[in-house]
């Protein structure tokens, strides 16, 4: 069955207020993080946050419009929750993947 109007219209709004959650747990969670330097913040904060990256997880505009149903439904809390068990783990193992990747570069030069 094809989604109506009202269905995309309200999938985006859900994803509109999702992608500001993402955005907050995002910027909190890299401050936390020790071994990401100053300078690198936006870079990850970008990755995080991205189409290219959400689309591991799913379709992007629905996985942000998950995380805005969640938040309206039970809260900053919950959503926050919903990101660590089923975003973050494999945004780690990209974070990791891509370490690696540049540590070997370095040694090839």
Not at 22 to 42: D, F, K, N, P
Not at 48 to 77: H, K, R, W
Not at 89 to 97: D, R, V
Request: charged share 30%.
């Amino acid at each position: 069955m094809k989604p109506t109007k009202v269905d995309l219209f309200e999938t985006r709004t859900k994803a509109w207020i999702g992608d500001a959650v993402l955005a907050l747990y995002s910027r909190e969670w890299i401050l936390r993080q020790s071994e990401v330097a100053t300078e690198q913040r936006s870079d990850v904060f970008i990755h995080m946050t991205s189409n290219e990256f959400l689309a591991c997880i799913g379709q992007p505009t629905q996985v942000e419009a998950d995380i805005g149903e969640i938040y309206q439904d039970q809260g900053l809390e919950a959503a926050f929750a919903f990101i660590e068990t089923n975003i973050l783990p494999t945004f780690k193992k990209q974070l990791a993947n891509r370490r690696k990747g540049g540590e070997a570069r370095k040694r090839k030069k």
